[in-house]
């Protein structure tokens, strides 16, 4: 999912949650904000082989629902906007941006159904 889709979503939440959720449904991209800018201009479609090890990494520590309950501990509007983050990507995702929950505990994917 595009990050304006993410701005977007943050934007809703802050009347109930305040501007930390907005934060936090942010926040789990921008590892991808380099990439993104050098794609828009180039004007190319977006392409994960182009990610580094780093940014896919910290990509999928910021997708993790481990680090979205342990959030939730301290900050719950934060993980709250993390969670919704990561509920949308999850079904818009695919390939090396599957959504990994446990990472780095395992390298489960959820896998979004391709259409026909």
């Given at each position: 999912?595009?990050?304006?889709?993410?701005?977007?979503?943050?934007?809703?939440?802050?009347?109930?949650?305040?501007?930390?959720?907005?934060?936090?449904?942010?926040?789990?991209?921008?590892?991808?904000?380099?990439?993104?800018?050098?794609?828009?201009?180039a004007?190319?479609?977006?392409?994960?082989?182009?990610?580094?090890?780093?940014?896919?990494?910290?990509?999928?520590?910021?997708?993790?629902?481990?680090?979205?309950?342990?959030?939730?501990?301290?900050?719950?509007?934060?993980?709250?906007?993390?969670?919704?983050?990561?509920?949308?990507?999850a079904?818009?995702?695919?390939?090396?941006?599957?959504?990994?929950?446990?990472?780095?505990?395992?390298?489960?994917?959820f896998?979004?159904?391709?259409?026909?």
């Open positions: 999912m595009h990050l304006k889709w993410h701005l977007l979503s943050g934007v809703i939440g802050i009347p109930q949650f305040g501007f930390i959720f907005f934060i936090g449904a942010v926040v789990p991209d921008l590892p991808l904000i380099y990439n993104e800018i050098k794609i828009r201009k004007r190319k479609p977006f392409n994960s082989n182009t990610l580094s090890k780093v940014e896919l990494i910290i990509y999928r520590v910021f997708h993790s629902i481990l680090l979205t309950i342990v959030l939730w501990l301290f900050k719950p509007e934060l993980a709250g906007g993390i969670l919704l983050h990561i509920i949308l990507d079904f818009t995702h695919s390939g090396k941006m599957a959504w990994q929950p446990l990472y780095p505990l395992s390298a489960f994917t896998k979004r159904k391709n259409k026909k």
